[in-house]
């Protein structure tokens, strides 16, 4: 039946030609892009697939720049440690020549001459030598720790767990305490919401925890590695209970616990007493109680508050004790600590009625102290049992400072208010010790109810050390009763103790291998009101090079996500890290001694260029994995995102033949209306 007021063939070739037309331009955009995916509406699920494939893929083209880079630098540090290494063997050839007495004075002058001037171009070279216009071997860049490599590409190994308070128990595993379980080679990210909540870490598992700022969390470690990246946890005396299996520090350390940080980290711990009625208990920052220890590396800052009567890092207070226990084992090898008791525990070592464990220090940044009457490293404040003896501690580089209680004098390193000195080594770093009102500098604290009190043996046998004593309280000024720069600290008002029973308590000082007095005028200088002690280490003969250098740390991002990357280092080569900067050739015996010195300075050289070779390789080696890691990236991100050209040839080619026969189509059925009209006429 003809009609002309509804043409339906019309509108339905009209319709099949504009789909038609859609799919042609489809076909045509893939072709001339080339691309089978050009907007999100062609595979949503594809494009968003390819998308993190080119970030990676860019990523690693650019990483493996960086390596590019980091090798240059490595060249740039190696070519100019050939020349370090020409100086040095031909400074060598000198002091074996000035060791023979066959020379005049005036030979061995003028071959000192030269070797001055030697030095002093590697100093240049040391100084000099850049990179991007950066110096290579100052060892400015980052304090770094080889742990602290293993930090670094540990973050990103596990999955990353972002948890908050609605996912916790669908994310972890929970005890029947209620404390939940780290599991091991994950790395953790937690919401501010997550409170009152205590984290177990299992033996021998290693968890990261990164970017959290917690308030009345715990995490406890048992003999762990635990990594830090920006982590702050505050335990605030909000309430004087907690529950069940809540441990109030921040971190407990059990076992043998290490502890990586990274960027800036914080830890106060608090004071909580049980639900039930049970004793007070004071929680340290990162409490480590006996019979325990922790290993701190860093390359980053770490700041640790103590409660009340808790050591800021090392041990707890319970009140139901008369003594507490000594303190874990604490090392300390990198970064920069902040340590601290808000009252009567030590900054590093016991708290109130309890003394240290081994401490050592042998690297880092390490600032102790106590607000009351702790020692800054050592025992805390002895007042209602006997004066204890700590542990050792030992202090083999880095620099140090270490503030005795102000209130009632703690030691520097030593006693606190009422308790005995410890044994202090100190073999290398710059140390800094002062006294609090009334304590020594190294030594004991301030001396309590006329007890006599013991300094403890010191030996000192190089590095640079400080030692201030305090003035006294309670209206005591004569110079004997004040404490000593080292040994022991000034009377307590209370109680009756002569002269020569404070005069007794001293240890043994040895310096350098010499047995000395030690006592306060016999080892310490009036300053105006303090009692000042000043060492510096004595020449002594050179020591085998280290197996590692001691260096700063360049940055060296290896892949496209972050912590993927590592640190190395270039060495730090001036005289004074040699040990080259005072040699001297005008007798025989000084060039000997000098010929020893340049030969471990060789030594030292030859082990920098070889852990440069070992990092250059390395690089190298990751410089592949990133190239063959971006070559099949690109290839999976084409699977996807790329038009197979031949088979969109075909569809292109079928709707050109399908437009062309619907526009004629299109084109007959616009004719029948005109028969209608002839059947008018």
């Not at 020349?83 to 400074?91: D, F, I, P, W």
């Not at 050591?311 to 601290?340: F, K, L, P, R």
């Not at 972050?562 to 190395?568: D, K, L, T, V």
């Not at 260029?609 to 099949?632: K, M, S, W």
């Amino acid at each position: 039946m003809p009609v002309i007021a509804h043409n339906m063939l019309s509108q339905f070739s009209e319709r099949q030609l504009n789909i038609t037309d859609k799919n042609k331009s489809k076909s045509s955009e893939k072709l001339s892009s080339g691309y089978r995916v050009n907007r999100g509406a062609d595979d949503a699920a594809g494009l968003a697939i390819s998308e993190k494939l080119r970030w990676q893929v860019r990523g690693l083209d650019r990483a493996s720049q960086n390596i590019r880079d980091g090798m240059s630098l490595l060249n740039v540090a190696d070519g100019a440690l050939v020349e370090v290494h020409s100086m040095l063997r031909r400074m060598n050839e000198l002091v074996i020549q000035a060791a023979n007495d066959s020379n005049s004075y005036s030979d061995r002058d003028a071959i000192q001459q030269e070797i001055n001037l030697l030095v002093q171009e590697i100093e240049q070279i040391s100084t000099d030598t850049t990179f991007n216009t950066m110096p290579v071997f100052n060892g400015e860049n980052v304090q770094t720790a080889d742990t602290v490599n293993d930090l670094t590409l540990s973050l990103p190994l596990g999955t990353n767990v972002a948890i908050n308070s609605s996912n916790i128990d669908l994310l972890l595993n929970r005890n029947a305490d209620g404390s939940y379980e780290l599991q091991d080679g994950h790395t953790y990210t937690f919401d501010r919401n997550i409170t009152n909540a205590t984290f177990h870490i299992g033996n021998g598992a290693t968890v990261s925890v990164q970017n959290t700022i917690l308030n009345n969390v715990a995490i406890v470690c048992d003999s762990a590695k635990l990594y830090l990246s920006n982590v702050s946890i505050v335990n605030e005396n909000i309430s004087l209970t907690y529950p069940k299996g809540f441990e109030g520090a921040p971190i407990t350390c059990k076992g043998s616990t290490t502890i990586n940080y990274l960027g800036t980290n914080y830890f106060r711990g608090t004071r909580y007493s049980s639900a039930q009625g049970g004793p007070f208990k004071d929680y340290a920052g990162i409490q480590v109680d006996a019979g325990n220890s922790l290993i701190l590396n860093g390359n980053g800052s770490l700041e640790a508050s103590g409660s009340n009567l808790a050591a800021g890092i090392g041990s707890g207070w319970i009140s139901s004790q008369t003594n507490n226990t000594v303190s874990g084992n604490i090392t300390i090898h990198s970064g920069y600590i902040n340590a601290y008791s808000t009252q009567n525990g030590a900054g590093i070592g016991g708290c109130y009625e309890g003394v240290n464990g081994n401490i050592v220090i042998d690297g880092g940044s390490v600032h102790a102290s106590s607000w009351e009457s702790g020692a800054g490293i050592g025992t805390g404040a002895i007042i209602l049992g006997t004066p204890q003896h700590g542990g050792s501690v030992m202090i083999n580089g880095g620099t140090v400072e270490a503030v005795g209680g102000q209130i009632d004098g703690g030691a520097g390193i030593g006693g606190g208010f009422g308790s005995h000195g410890v044994n202090v080594t100190i073999s290398d770093g710059t140390v800094t010790a002062k006294g609090g009102t009334g304590g020594a500098g190294i030594g004991s604290g301030k001396v309590y109810n006329g007890i006599p009190l013991i300094s403890g043996d010191i030996t000192l046998s190089g590095g640079n050390v400080t030692a201030v004593g305090s003035t006294a309280t309670g209206g005591i000024t004569p110079a004997t009763h004040q404490g000593a720069a080292i040994g022991v600290g000034s009377f307590h008002p209370i109680g009756g103790m002569t002269d020569q029973d404070w005069l007794d308590g001293f240890g043994t000082l040895t310096m350098d291998g010499v047995i000395g007095d030690m006592h306060m005028e016999g080892c310490s200088a009036k300053d105006g009101v303090n009692y000042i002690f000043s060492y510096k280490g004595a020449v002594t003969a050179p020591q085998p090079p280290q197996t590692d250098t001691e260096s700063g740390a360049w940055w060296i991002q290896m892949g496209a996500a972050s912590g993927n990357g590592i640190f190395i280092s270039t060495g730090k080569i001036s005289p004074a890290d040699l040990k080259i900067d005072n040699l001297e050739v005008l007798s025989h015996e000084k060039s000997g001694f000098a010929m020893t010195n340049i030969q471990n300075a060789i030594d030292k050289v030859s082990s920098i260029r070889a852990h440069i070779g070992v990092q250059y390789n390395r690089l190298e080696y990751g410089q592949l994995i990133d190239d063959n890691t971006a070559e099949n990236s690109q290839s999976a991100e084409s699977r996807i995102r790329d038009t197979d050209m031949a088979a969109e040839m075909v569809n292109h080619s079928r709707h050109s033949i399908l437009q062309q026969a619907g526009q004629s189509m299109l084109s007959q059925a616009n004719q029948i209306p005109e028969g209608v009209l002839r059947l008018l006429q």
